[in-house]
């Protein structure tokens, strides 16, 4: 695919601009379009732009179920966003590299990145919107300047865009896998091999729709590496890093292979060591800058907590 921006203002109504290869031919809009914004925007948001005569290819508006050609010139232009009312607040951020175009925050375990239908009120986007206020357009009023995410009880590095020509730029990259992302771990057992990938495809898990699950059914491609840094025999401190980024990717490989994550709620353990949320840190976050192209790379300490939990193990 040929990504090719136009000059882009940080206003929502201004157009992005595709243009298609050939290995894009007899894919459909809705999807095209979804992955390209990052993931984070919903097919069914798609559908409505769509619908509504958002998005034209060479120059006409088309369905959600038009599939694309070798060439085909795409322009999509974000509508305004539905009046839903983001109160900004004044939430402690640690700041970690801030300009006109992105900022990257270390985000604190236990703060949900983007409010939902319902939850409107003390997630990363209320911070943010204290904190900056210019924010990009592309995801909506409920994840205005949101890349990627990270989950709720999982601490660490994360990226949000002040405008839609940096988000544009930070979704490709995510998209081409080209962004440097680690985490560290705690997790039960002994990992036995010092190194190794996991490359099992997340999907859904139908006895749980909360919950994901390694599975062929309905599912995404998914790869996550890993490395052994520190065994304690019956638990293990690990970095991994993603190749890709699917919900809750990590906690589902670890889970997969036999080593799920010390506190996790979901996919972990109720006996042995605990803590108040996933023993899971994003350390690592690397990218080039959207506008200049410069290498950036940030490291976060792993937190408090989980100093804490390792002090614990060690301490036996």
């Known amino acids: ?38 993931g984070d925007v919903s097919r069914t948001q798609v559908q409505g732009w769509l619908k509504d005569g958002c998005a034209a290819v060479n120059g006409k508006p088309v369905k959600p179920n038009y599939k694309l050609a070798a060439d085909d010139r795409i322009v999509l232009t974000i509508p305004e966003p539905a009046d839903v009312e983001l109160a900004p607040e004044p939430i402690p951020l640690d700041v970690v590299y801030e300009d006109a175009d992105v900022i990257v925050v270390n985000k604190q375990r236990g703060l949900v990145v983007h409010p939902a239908p319902g939850h409107y009120a003390g997630t990363l986007v209320n911070a943010l919107l204290h904190h900056c206020r210019d924010l990009s357009g592309i995801n909506g009023v409920l994840r205005p300047g949101i890349v990627h995410r ?22 490709e990259q995510l998209k081409a896998h080209t962004v440097n992302r680690k985490y560290v771990a705690v997790v039960h057992g002994n990992v036995p ?15 749980d729709r909360k919950m994901y699950t390694v599975t062929d059914k309905n599912s995404k491609h998914a ?21 890709t980024g699917r919900t809750h990717q990590i906690r589902v490989h670890m889970k997969f292979i036999g080593h799920p994550l010390v506190g996790d709620p979901m996919y972990g353990r109720s006996k042995g060591m605990t803590m108040d949320g996933q023993a899971l840190h994003a350390a690592v976050l690397g990218f080039s800058h959207p506008r200049t192209g410069e290498s950036l790379l940030f490291e976060a300490p792993m937190p408090p907590d989980m100093q804490e939990l390792l002090q614990r193990i060690r301490s036996r």
């Open 193 to 207: 091999h010092d190194q190794g990938t996991i490359d099992a495809p997340i999907g859904r898990d139908t006895a």
């Open 1 to 38: 695919m040929s990504t090719n921006p136009i000059s882009l203002e940080p206003d929502a109504s201004e157009p992005l601009e595709w243009t298609a290869d050939a290995e894009l031919a007899g894919e459909r809009i809705d999807k095209f379009l979804s992955e390209a914004l990052g």
């Open 150 to 171: 990270i989950d709720k009880d999982t601490s660490g590095l994360i990226m949000a865009a002040k405008n839609d020509k940096a988000h544009a730029g930070l979704a």
């Open 223 to 243: 790869v996550t590496h890993f490395a052994v840094l520190e065994r304690f025999g019956d638990y293990t401190l690990v970095e991994l890093m993603l190749e």
